[in-house]
């Protein structure tokens, strides 16, 4: 068809569409012209006029109602079978929630992920976030679950495995884990950017319950050196192993959970940020004044300081060395080099007004149980500045998320046992090996929270985080 074909055509129907309109509106007259004579000249027309107002009126009215009634429904769907209602919960049911952070291994398929949803919405569970890990064999999925107070552990396993899932893991949840993964990843690295102290304790934070192990170089105290490690990390099921960042090595252990390459990545990154960055530690100085109106300086410490800590060593009596060290002490630069250094804990050290230190405390990361250590110059001794330094270290403790603090000392030691009284705190003595441990929980202290197993799983001993 051609152009002028197609507009005569449409010349053509345009000149009958408008007759057609001429007619029903001649129509339409003729009709109301006829309607109005009859109800004009008629004896009702007075009331035909006011029942057909009302009429309109109350179908207005009725047309109102209907729409406002109905403009929130949902869209009508066609699924071809009226789908079954789901139970609905009491009210006191579903105001009380726990929170569960559960890991689970489902197979690489399509599907897999819908079904184990859709059997965690049968349970009434809520899934507040998803991070998957893929592996070889399957895909690990890691969830934050809000579930109702009233369904067990056994019962949202039983629920996950017969959605395909296996290998569950459980764990009680707290309002700190709803902080989505870039975030937290992005806390972490800021926590370890900022303070050489803080990669085992973002390390533990990362990856829950595990044991780390940091061995330096030099071989201390008889101990075997540390391992070689390649540059690029060993990642086993249960182990990973990584270049410590002072050149000795850095070993993580979970035997109740194995690692993904996704924590891998995780892990060496934050490992290779704080070898980057070199030793640091906050620059904060607080100056205090003592009873007697001398003012003194706290501050953190580290290897730059080896020299005024030989010197205080120097200054120290036999018998204070032997109640800090346990016992005569032997190539004491070594192990100083060691203690100071912030990627095994922490260091306060005390100065004079003239600058010369004169009492060092040490908060060592051994896993849950933190140790605290102090020496103070003879001179500088029943000063108050052991229990100040006492104080702040345990403080930071708290700070980390370490669960307890201890000390190993002697009885004879009436100043370290004073000190830890001094606190206000709770305290466990025990003796071990003719040596005097005393623990004490520091305030807000975390809850350790163990994790919940399925029926069929055995407990793994010595599963507790360690950081030496």
């Keep these: 068809m051609t152009d002028a074909t197609s507009a005569k055509s449409s010349r053509r129907h345009h000149w009958r569409r408008d007759l057609v309109e001429l007619a029903a509106l001649f129509t339409a007259v ?20 006011c029942c057909s107002a009302v009429v309109l009126i109350a179908t207005a009215a009725f047309h109102t109602w209907w729409s ?12 071809g079978a009226a789908a079954p209602a789901a139970p609905v919960a009491p009210a006191e049911e579903r105001k009380e929630t726990a929170l569960w952070r559960m890991r689970t291994t489902v197979r690489d398929e399509p599907g897999s992920l819908a079904a184990l949803c859709t059997a965690l919405a049968g349970q009434r569970v809520d899934i507040l976030s998803l991070q998957t890990h893929p592996l070889s064999d ?5 969830f934050l679950l809000r579930a109702p107070a009233a369904l067990s552990a056994t019962g949202l396993t039983r629920a996950v495995a017969s959605a395909g ?82 050149g000795g090595s850095v070993t993580i252990e979970r035997p109740h959970l194995p690692f993904t390459p996704t924590e891998f990545a995780r892990v060496r990154a934050l490992v290779e940020l704080d070898a980057r960055l070199g030793q640091r530690v906050p620059p904060r100085r607080d100056v205090l004044t003592l009873p007697e109106g001398n003012a003194i300086t706290v501050r953190r410490t580290d290897t730059s300081d080896l020299a005024a800590a030989l010197e205080m060593h120097g200054r120290c009596s036999a018998g204070t060395l032997a109640k800090r060290y346990h016992g005569p002490v032997a190539d004491a630069e070594r192990y100083l080099d060691h203690l100071l250094s912030p990627r095994f804990g922490r260091t306060l050290a005390v100065e004079t007004a003239s600058g010369r230190l004169v009492a060092l405390g040490h908060l060592l990361w051994d896993g849950e149980e933190t140790e605290v250590a102090l020496l103070v110059e003879d001179a500088w001794q029943w000063r108050g500045i052991g229990s100040e330094l006492l104080r702040r270290l345990v403080g930071m403790a708290a700070e980390a998320g370490c669960a307890s603090v201890y000390a190993i000392t002697q009885a004879s030691n009436t100043g370290m046992v004073a000190a830890m009284r001094g606190l206000g705190l709770p305290l466990d003595y025990q003796i071990e090996e003719g040596t005097l441990v005393i623990s004490a929980r520091p305030e807000g202290a975390p809850v350790r929270r163990e994790p919940v197993r399925p029926e069929a799983a055995r407990s793994v001993p010595g599963a507790g985080p360690q950081a030496t």
């Design 30 to 49: 003729s009709v109301a012209d006829a309607i109005a004579n009859a109800i004009a000249h008629g004896p009702s027309g007075p009331v035909l006029l």
């Design 138 to 142: 399957g895909t690990v999925d890691e």
């Design 68 to 79: 406002r009634r109905h403009e929130h429904a949902p869209p009508p769907t066609d699924t």
């Design 165 to 246: 899932g296996s290998r569950t893991w459980l764990e009680r949840a707290d309002a700190h884990d709803l902080v989505d993964a870039p975030t937290r990843m992005l806390g972490l690295a800021t926590r370890t950017a900022l303070d050489s102290a803080e990669l085992p304790l973002a390390l533990r934070q990362l990856l829950g319950r595990c044991t780390i192990r940091s061995v330096p170089a030099k071989a201390l105290n008889g101990q075997p050196p540390a391992e070689r490690v390649p540059d690029e990390g060993i990642l086993e099921e249960h182990t990973m192993k990584f270049r410590g960042p002072s």
